[in-house]
């Protein structure tokens, strides 16, 4: 009897081991190639079937049981977009990816808050980070130094030639969506208690964060650099302090003077809104064309289903004369816009209802604001869902801050 104990004590000893491990490989694969960060995941989840005992499980599942359900709900959504599609495979393609909504809460929401370790966590994601900018940068010296004038390439360095989507070209990756992953890191040590004696050398602690910082304004996402000055403006204002005020003043102007030097930012920042005050981003212009054709098909209350919006937003294109959006096949690039097309104003009202069960069940404590900032503008900038990178970020952080930052989850002797 007692051997069996100690045998089931150095297996579960073994299997916290293996989960733990393999919750650190998952986040710090997760800035770099999908195919890899999925093998991780399936280890992730491989991992934490054997190390926790199904009643165990159940009853922490109970304790989120909101939560939970809210992400299932969204997964269902993708499911009644599936059978109100006419184009099932492009569908069935949107149920695959988005199953992770499902999983992660499943995954995470059933261990204990003690099971995770979130300086760790920000630790191995910031190694990953790491990782993926020295790979994009040693692709970027390479060919600066094989082209014919080296000298004149590297000024091209400053330029969309090695910005944006060039940038993140050799992790195949987007470049809005590894910016807020930049964001999601660099707020974490900024804000997090658990960073506090790393931020008391100020030196070291500006000399860690400048990398991270000069490689989102290199991905020259719009949307990662509001994020980043929104949620530092909010951290400031919840405690004014001089100190604090002046940060984000040199904050505004290294983010002033990187904009110029990095002129395809500075570009697309400037097209924002006008010197008169009037909204000049291209997608705003899109988004009425795509609202005018959906209001045509009278389809407000279920949607057009998730198959059938590249089609709709296609015709929308066409009409209104937006040659590259046609031509790109661009999605709505506002994920409330995507669920309204796709599942009407029950697909909207179920997202807003996720949004707003994080909201309740973390009361935006801790980490929990920042990412709560960082999704609401997201989610007005670019269709999450829309790729697997986004549907990843997005079920794995939020499902984490419920656990860590809700109420003590249920544990069973």
Request: a positive charge.
């Amino acid at each position: 009897m007692i051997k069996g104990i100690k045998s089931y004590c150095n297996n579960k000893s073994i299997w916290r081991i293996l989960f733990e491990t393999s919750t650190y490989l998952f986040v710090a694969t997760l800035p770099l190639w999908d195919k890899l960060n999925t093998l991780v995941l399936w280890l992730f989840v491989a991992s934490s079937i054997f190390f926790l005992k199904p009643r165990e499980r159940l009853q922490n599942i109970k304790h989120n049981k909101k939560a939970f359900f809210g992400l299932f709900a969204l997964y269902l959504l993708f499911i009644i977009g599936w059978i109100l599609s006419t184009e099932t495979k492009d569908a069935l393609r949107d149920m695959e990816r988005t199953l992770t909504l499902v999983i992660f809460p499943l995954i995470l929401l059933s261990h204990k808050r003690e099971d995770f370790n979130l300086k760790k966590i920000y630790i191995a994601f910031g190694l990953g980070l790491f990782t993926a900018m020295v790979i994009c940068w040693a692709v970027i010296i390479e060919s600066i130094l094989t082209n014919a004038t080296p000298w004149v390439q590297a000024g091209y360095f400053f330029k969309w030639v090695y910005n944006g989507w060039n940038a993140v070209k050799p992790l195949e990756g987007h470049p809005s969506y590894f910016a807020v992953m930049l964001v999601i890191f660099m707020v974490g040590l900024i804000r997090l208690p658990d960073f506090i004696n790393l931020r008391k050398n100020k030196v070291k602690f500006l000399l860690l964060l400048a990398p991270f910082f000069l490689f989102l304004i290199e991905t020259s996402s719009r949307i990662g650099v509001i994020c980043f000055v929104v949620i530092i403006m909010v951290t400031i204002f919840k405690k004014l302090e001089i100190k604090r005020i002046l940060y984000a003043i040199a904050l505004l102007v290294a983010l002033s003077f990187l904009s110029i030097k990095f002129d395809f930012l500075g570009s697309k920042l400037a097209t924002i809104v006008d010197t008169k005050g009037n909204i000049t981003l291209d997608r705003y212009d899109r988004w009425g064309a795509i609202l005018s054709d959906f209001n045509q098909r009278e389809s407000w209350m279920f949607g057009v289903g998730t198959g059938d919006t590249q089609e709709l937003y296609n015709i929308a294109y066409s009409k209104n004369g937006f040659i590259l959006a046609l031509k790109e096949h661009y999605n709505a690039h506002n994920q409330y816009l995507e669920f309204l097309i796709s599942n009407g104003v029950l697909g909207l009202l179920v997202y807003l209802g996720v949004l707003f069960i994080f909201f309740r069940k973390t009361k935006l404590k801790g980490e929990a604001l920042s990412f709560f900032i960082i999704i609401v503008l997201f989610s007005g900038s670019e269709t999450i869902f829309g790729i697997s990178k986004g549907a990843f970020i997005f079920s794995f952080f939020y499902a984490l801050f419920i656990l860590l930052y809700s109420k003590r989850t249920v544990n069973v002797n």
